[in-house]
Every structure is written in C-alpha cells, then in structure tokens.
C-alpha cells in the first residue's frame, strides 16, 4: 500500500508551538534571563519592536517583516506567559491575571462586535463607511470623559501630535494651526512642526511614516 500522503497543518498550528517554546523558557530549568523578566522590564522591548515592524513594512522587504513580526509575537506571548503566573486567581479581583488564550478571545470579541457588516446586520459598504461605524462602535465603548483621554505617553512627539489632532477633529473641534510669531525660537519651531502635522492630518497623511521615508532619503543619499 502506498503510504498517505501527510495533512498539512491547519493555519496557526506553529502559534501552538511558540506558546510552548515560551513556556520552557519561563518555566523551572529554563532561560535565568526570561524567568525575571516582568511587564515593566519588557515595556521598552514591545515599543522598539512594533517601531521595526513599520520599518520593515514601509522597506517592502517581506523576509525582514515576517522576522520583525515574530518578535513582536514573542513580546505579546512573554506578557500573557508572565500574566498567567499570577497566583491571584480570583475573576473579580482587578488586578487577576490572564493567559494567551483570554487576549485571543479578547481579540476575536473585539473584532466580532466591531465588524457588525461582517458578523451581524451592520450597513456598512465602503471603506468610509466601516471606518465611522468602527470609531462610532469604540467611543461607545471607551466612553471617554475627554477625547484625549488614554493617549500613550511613550509615543514620539510626532505621532502623538497627529492622535491629538485626529481625536480633536473627529470629536468636532478640529484644531487650528498655532501662531509661529513667537520670538523664541523653540516655541515658534514647535509651532510650524505642529501647524505641519494638522495639514497632515487634514490630507490623511500619516506624518511619523511621512518623516520616516524623507529620513530615509537623506540616509540614502548622504551614503551614495
């Protein structure tokens, strides 16, 4: 008899095998380096790799992007392993923890509830469309006090100006650019960045990626 031929494996079977990699190396007779690590310490890491990801993507090299993908995976599976060994197991406390599994279904109920064209009897048709019904879907959710609550504080100086304009704008007070007539020269240089970055904003450029690539044609020229 011929043998049978071997069934490929579903799409996310590796994802099994890296949860199990992770565990061996945070478990007893695993890696000393990965055992003391604690979200805190592995903060500055996930900020770093998600940057490499927007370079690799923007670079078009699709070998570097898979690469840098996996090492932004690996911080998402170094925090849930690092969640799941807290010995605080009660559901009703704040402060429990969770594992790889719960960001999985916290995901899938996140993208189920915001795709209601997709899962549900949502209207939306066009890309416009899904993009109002999806920032509709979460301020109803985040309900914030003030739009510019959560913003991250460890974002670069130019991106999170853009996040404070997008929100203002699409909270109805879109802002306006600011006088460049100070007589110091930080505050009037400020003022043009900013100015800048709502005109941007206002052509649907993101102005990090925009400066990123003019930066990248300054470092390619200087080496020519």
Same mark, same amino acid.
């Given at each position: 008899?011929?043998?049978?031929?071997?069934?490929?494996?579903?799409?996310?079977?590796?994802?099994?095998?890296?949860?199990?990699?992770?565990?061996?190396?945070?478990?007893?007779?695993?890696?000393?380096?990965?055992?003391?690590?604690?979200?805190?310490?592995?903060?500055?890491? /996930?900020?770093? +790799?998600?940057?490499?990801?927007? =370079?690799?993507?923007?670079?078009?090299? *699709? $070998?570097? #992007?898979?690469?840098? @993908?996996?090492?932004?995976?690996?911080?998402?599976?170094?925090?849930?392993?690092?969640?799941?060994?807290?010995?605080?197991?009660?559901?009703?406390?704040?402060?429990?923890?969770?594992?790889?599994?719960?960001?999985?279904?916290?995901?899938?109920?996140?993208?189920?509830?915001?795709?209601?064209?997709?899962?549900?009897?949502?209207?939306?048709?066009?890309?416009?469309?899904?993009? /109002?019904?999806? +920032?509709?879907?979460?301020?109803? =959710?985040?309900?914030?006090?003030?739009? *510019? $609550?959560? #913003?991250?504080?460890? @974002?670069?100086?130019?991106?999170?100006?853009?996040?404070?304009?997008?929100?203002?704008?699409?909270?109805?007070?879109?802002?306006?650019?600011?006088?460049?007539?100070?007589?110091?020269?930080?505050?009037?240089?400020?003022?043009?960045?900013?100015?800048?970055?709502?005109?941007?904003?206002?052509?649907?450029?993101?102005?990090?990626?925009?400066?990123?690539?003019?930066?990248?044609?300054?470092?390619?020229?200087?080496?020519?």
């Amino acid at each position: 008899m011929s043998a049978q031929p071997e069934q490929p494996q579903p799409v996310g079977a590796a994802l099994l095998d890296a949860v199990a990699v992770m565990d061996r190396l945070r478990s007893p007779g695993g890696c000393p380096w990965d055992a003391e690590q604690t979200h805190a310490s592995l903060a500055p890491y /996930a900020i770093e +790799e998600a940057h490499e990801v927007a =370079e690799a993507a923007e670079s078009g090299d *699709l $070998d570097a #992007l898979a690469e840098e @993908l996996g090492d932004l995976l690996l911080q998402v599976l170094f925090h849930a392993r690092v969640a799941s060994e807290r010995s605080d197991g009660d559901a009703s406390c704040a402060s429990h923890g969770f594992d790889i599994d719960d960001v999985a279904r916290g995901l899938v109920a996140k993208l189920t509830r915001r795709h209601p064209h997709v899962f549900a009897d949502g209207a939306a048709t066009t890309p416009d469309e899904v993009n /109002a019904q999806w +920032e509709t879907i979460k301020a109803d =959710e985040k309900r914030r006090a003030h739009p *510019l $609550d959560d #913003l991250p504080a460890s @974002l670069p100086a130019l991106a999170r100006a853009q996040k404070v304009v997008s929100r203002l704008r699409k909270a109805g007070t879109p802002s306006r650019p600011p006088s460049q007539d100070s007589a110091d020269g930080g505050a009037r240089l400020g003022a043009a960045l900013l100015a800048l970055v709502i005109e941007a904003d206002a052509q649907g450029v993101d102005a990090e990626a925009a400066l990123r690539a003019a930066t990248r044609d300054l470092e390619r020229s200087s080496r020519a």
